[in-house]
C-alpha cells in the first residue's frame, strides 16, 4: 500500500494506547504523522514508534483536520467530548471506550462482522467492543451457522489492566506488600486484590448487573448478528495483570457433534485450537499473542446438548488494540 495516512491515538500513555502504537509499527501500517495525544496530566511523556520516541501532546487543544483516522483508548468521557469535532474535521473515528450508540458507531470484530464496514457512510465511525465481547464473538463466530444458539452462559475472569494501569499497580503493590509481611493497604480496590477473587468488576445497578456486563451482553449480541439470543454474563476480578479467560456454556436446541465443533474452531480466524487433554492459560498462551486460545471442547456433564468451552486472551493486545488496527486496515483499504 503506497499511500500512508496521518493518525492520532488518544489515551496513548495508557496501557491500550501504547499497544495500538505497537501494534501499527509491527504490521506496518501506513502511517505517515503520528499524532499521541492524551490529559494534561500525561502531557509531556514519549511513546517509541520506528525508532524515534513521539512526545504526547494535550488531547485539548489539537486540531484534528490534521489526521485522517483517530482511535480514541481513553475512557467514555473522552470519547463524548472529542469524538464529534473529530468527525467534523473529516477524521474516521474508531473508538474502544463503548461511549457512541450502535445506530452511529456499529460495534465490529473484523473475525466475525466485518461486512457491516461495507455499509458505512461518511464520517465514518465505528466501535471496537471490549475485550470480553471481541473474544467471544471471534470463538462464536464460526459456530453460528452450526450450532442453533439457545443460550450462552459466560464467566469472565477479567485481569486488573481491564481498569486501567492505575489497577496494574494496586496488584503489584499488595502482591509485594503481602509476600514481604507488611500490612495490606487498598486504595484502588476497596479491599485485597492480590492472591484473593473479587466477585464483581465496578458497581452493581439496582438488579445486581455491572457495567462490563451489560455491555458484554449487548456487544456480543450485535456482533454475532443475534439480537434475540439469551446471555448471561458474570465478570469476575483475577488477581492476574493481563490475560482474560472464560468459562463459556453453551444451550443448543440439539445434540452438540463435537468433531464439527473442533473443526469450526480450528478453521476459524483468530483461534487457536488447543488439543484435547491439553489446555490454554492466560500467562502460559494468550498474553503477547493475536489469537484467543479455546480448549477444553466437551458436552455437558449429562447433557450433549450442551457445549461447554474455555478460552483465553489477551485483553489489551488481541481483545483490544489489534481489533481497533484490524479495523483500521480494513477501512483504509475502501474508504480513505
Excluded at 474535521?89 to 466475525?112: K, N, T
Aim: negative net charge.
Amino acid at each position: 500500500m503506497s499511500q500512508s495516512f496521518d493518525i492520532a491515538v488518544v489515551g496513548a500513555t495508557g496501557t491500550v494506547g501504547e499497544t495500538i502504537v505497537q501494534i501499527l509499527e509491527e504490521r506496518n501500517f501506513p502511517t505517515a504523522d503520528l499524532h499521541l495525544l492524551a490529559s494534561s496530566e500525561s502531557a509531556g511523556h514519549s511513546v517509541p514508534f520506528r525508532g524515534k520516541n513521539v512526545r504526547v501532546r494535550e488531547v485539548d487543544a489539537f486540531d484534528f483536520s490534521k489526521v485522517q483516522l483517530v482511535f480514541f483508548a481513553a475512557g467514555p468521557a473522552v470519547t463524548l467530548s472529542f469524538a464529534a469535532k473529530a468527525s467534523a474535521a473529516g477524521c474516521i473515528v474508531i473508538d474502544l471506550s463503548g461511549a457512541l450508540p450502535s445506530a452511529q458507531a456499529p460495534q465490529v470484530v473484523p473475525e466475525a462482522n466485518s461486512q457491516v464496514l461495507e455499509g458505512l457512510k461518511k464520517p465514518l465511525q465505528v466501535s471496537s467492543p471490549s475485550p470480553s465481547a471481541t473474544a467471544l464473538a471471534v470463538v462464536l463466530a464460526p459456530l453460528r451457522g452450526l450450532l442453533d444458539m439457545q443460550y450462552v452462559n459466560v464467566t469472565a475472569c477479567l485481569a486488573v489492566s481491564a481498569q486501567g494501569r492505575e489497577a496494574v499497580s494496586e496488584l503489584a503493590r499488595q502482591t509485594t506488600a503481602l509476600l514481604n509481611l507488611h500490612p495490606l493497604e487498598t486504595h484502588f480496590f476497596d479491599r485485597q486484590m492480590a492472591f484473593n477473587l473479587l466477585a464483581q468488576v465496578g458497581k452493581p445497578d439496582a438488579q445486581g448487573h455491572v457495567p462490563l456486563e451489560k455491555r458484554l451482553v449487548t456487544e456480543l449480541r450485535e456482533v454475532l448478528g443475534m439480537p434475540a439470543l439469551k446471555i448471561s454474563a458474570t465478570c469476575i476480578q483475577a488477581p492476574v495483570f493481563f490475560g482474560d479467560s472464560f468459562s463459556v456454556s453453551v444451550q443448543l436446541a440439539g445434540p452438540v457433534d463435537l468433531d464439527a465443533v473442533n473443526a469450526a474452531l480450528e478453521a476459524g480466524d483468530g483461534i487457536e485450537l488447543v488439543e484435547d487433554g491439553d489446555y490454554p492459560t492466560a500467562v502460559g498462551d494468550a498474553v503477547g499473542q493475536d489469537v484467543v486460545y479455546v480448549g477444553r471442547v466437551r458436552h455437558g456433564v449429562d447433557d450433549t446438548s450442551q457445549l461447554n468451552l474455555w478460552l483465553t486472551s489477551d485483553n489489551v493486545r488481541k481483545g483490544a488494540a489489534l481489533n481497533a488496527v484490524q479495523l483500521a486496515e480494513l477501512l483504509i483499504k475502501d474508504q480513505l
